[in-house]
């Protein structure tokens, strides 16, 4: 059976640090890319940050989380975890992992490549 299935989420005080992962697992093929959503209350879902191993592989991040995020894959096949570091309230929201597979072009801004959900881990920062 495929899943995709995050976990590592919690409630930290501002300045705290969390570690999410994902596994997308059941699935024959690797990931061309891997990424992290978030969507707060009444605001639209954003990217993160991304990964992917092809072409020599790579990252992206959202301006908002530079130098305080850091995505990264696992050793096992279609992992991935976002260490997060000095996190601020604004970061609260719902963080979701996102898989993108059987894409002949490869562009990680595209949220439409992405093609296979997990359903979120919740994760709050009070100040």
């Known amino acids: 059976q495929e899943t995709v299935v995050e976990s590592g989420g919690g409630s930290v005080q501002a300045g705290g640090s969390l570690t999410l992962s994902c596994e997308a697992s059941g699935y024959f093929y ?3 890319c891997m990424r992290w959503f978030r969507q707060a209350p009444e ?3 954003e990217g993160v940050a991304s990964s992917w191993r092809g072409g020599g592989g790579g990252t992206t991040y959202a301006d908002s989380v530079k130098g305080r995020f ?3 894959q696992g050793d096992a096949e279609n992992t991935v975890y976002l260490q997060m570091n000095s996190l601020k309230p604004d970061d609260t929201a719902m963080y979701y992992c996102a898989a993108a597979f059987g894409i002949a ?3 990680p801004m595209d949220k439409s490549q992405y093609n296979t959900w997990g359903q979120g881990t919740q994760v709050t920062v009070s100040s």
């Open 30 to 32: 690797s990931a061309n």
């Open 43 to 45: 605001t639209q879902r």
């Open 70 to 72: 850091a995505i990264s």
């Open 105 to 107: 072009t490869l562009d």
